[in-house]
Nanobody, 120 residues
Framework: QVQLVESGGGLVQPGGSLRLSCAAS????????MGWYRQAPGKQRELVAR???????NYADSVKGRFTISRDNAKNTVYLQMNSLKPEDAAVYYC??????????????WGQGTQVTVSS
């Protein structure tokens, strides 16, 4: 079955950096769009960054210029490099894979999440 396993979260001071990884298995990784989402306590889950199977990226306005999403299809892994972290970046970060099958059907899979805490 499909598994997405995130890693790399932790505690970092404001202004610091973290690199999240999401390793996929049980799927043809290269044909899926991959995304990073986050959810802070009391807030809705939101898109942070997404990369298509063709390598096109998009970012939430709040992270543009600070975060970079990338993928390594040979390693079935997507990364999120987070620089200049702010306290408001603190959240549980989730990895998601999605692929449009038809107009009405999209396959999507989620990881279990990794905690990012930004605090001095």
């Amino acid at each position: 079955q499909v598994q997405l396993v995130e890693s790399g979260g932790g505690l970092v001071q404001p202004g610091g950096s973290l690199r999240l990884s999401c390793a996929a298995s049980g799927m043809i990784f290269s044909i899926y769009a991959m995304g990073w989402y986050r959810q802070a306590p009391g807030k809705q889950r939101e898109l942070v960054a997404r990369i298509t199977s063709g390598g096109i990226t998009n970012y939430a306005d709040s992270v543009k210029g600070r975060f970079t999403i990338s993928r390594d299809n040979a390693k079935n892994t997507v990364y999120l490099q987070m620089n200049s972290l702010k306290p408001e970046d603190a959240a549980v970060y989730y990895c998601k894979a999605d692929r449009v099958i038809t107009v009405q059907t999209t396959l999507e899979y989620w990881g279990q999440g990794t905690q990012v805490t930004v605090s001095s």
